[in-house]
């Protein structure tokens, strides 16, 4: 037997998965190491458990899932810290911008960083990595009304708050979104 044993062709999902585990993970925290770690420990459970997964349903849920859970556990262990709150030190960081798209980037990321957590995580699920309104529900633990609703209040408040933006976000397909959040996640 291999190395990989019978999980040769769920191993090759996996890590198929992989760039959409970063970049869901980079809208959640904001931040490329932990992004990183996040996903690594994604991975880990993830192959831990892989002859859990069931065969014939969508390896993407179950990994967005285990990815999400996981951070909200991170979250709640953080949830006493406290770093850079004033953020004085987010402030002195500057990066001129490479392109002439990139200050309609830093824009739209400022402007999203600033939505309710709950909203950033059903645009992305939803506009960014191409989730049903159901898979999300799913993934979330939530309504599919409540995950419309989110992605709804998250795309209007977005628009008001990039009103020099040429297009209105509330009626942004979700393909350009999902361009949007693969530029986001490069930032």
């Known amino acids: 037997m291999s190395e990989r044993g019978d999980r040769g062709p769920l191993s090759d999902q996996l890590v198929a998965e992989v760039p959409a585990l970063r970049a869901f993970a980079r809208s959640l925290t904001m931040n490329h190491a932990l992004a990183d770690d996040l996903v690594q420990e994604t991975v880990l459970k993830a192959w831990a458990k892989l002859d859990r997964f069931e065969p014939g349903t969508k390896m993407r849920a179950w990994l967005f899932t285990i990815l999400r859970n996981t951070f909200l556990s991170i979250m709640r262990k953080r949830a006493r810290e406290v770093e850079d709150v004033d953020h004085a030190h987010a402030a002195r960081v500057v990066e001129l ?37 159901d898979e999300a529900a799913e993934i979330c633990g939530v309504a599919p009304g409540t995950v419309k609703s989110r992605v709804n209040r998250a795309r209007k408040k977005l628009s008001e708050m990039l009103p020099h933006l040429s297009q209105d976000l509330s009626s942004v397909e979700p393909v350009t979104l999902s361009v949007l959040g693969t530029h986001f996640a490069k930032l």
Request: glycine share 6%.
């Open 97 to 133: 911008p490479a392109q002439s798209g990139v200050p309609d980037l830093v824009d739209f990321k400022r402007a999203y960083t600033q939505l309710p957590p709950p909203q950033r995580e059903a645009l992305i699920l939803v506009c960014a990595a191409g989730f049903t309104y």
